[in-house]
Nanobody
């Protein structure tokens, strides 16, 4: 099993920044990709960003966040981050960290992720 714990959510004004953290523990050696998803009220959970944290550090971003969000990692701490800059009201959602044991590429769909954190609320005011 892999346990994921997110932190760092909160309320911020449009144009501001937040950094989310996701600390992984347990059988982390079995996971290849760490991702972030978000779910706004009344909407489906959507992909935000992901990183292959075992090799190369390749990343994938949703079009809506490209150029504003990054997903740095700290392998020594088994932690990935979601650095969110130039936040917009439409970024308001519950953000979830997820881990995948899929090794062939970086998946962007929820079904490819096995482990999930509890979620952290991000609210952006206009």
């Amino acid at each position: 099993q892999v346990q994921l714990v997110e932190s760092g959510g909160g309320l911020v004004q449009a144009g501001g920044s937040l950094r989310l953290s996701c600390a992984a523990s347990g059988r982390t050696f079995s996971t290849y990709v760490m991702g972030w998803f978000r779910q706004a009220a009344g909407k489906e959970r959507e992909f935000v960003a992901a990183i292959n944290w075992k090799s190369g550090g390749n990343t994938v971003y949703a079009d809506s966040v490209t150029g504003r969000f990054t997903i740095p990692r700290d392998n020594a701490k088994n932690t990935v981050y979601l650095q969110m800059n130039r936040l917009k009201p439409e970024d308001t959602a519950v953000y979830y960290c997820a881990a995948s044991d899929f090794a062939l590429d970086i998946p962007t769909v929820t079904s490819r992720y096995t482990y999930w954190g509890q979620g952290t609320q991000v609210s952006v005011s206009s």
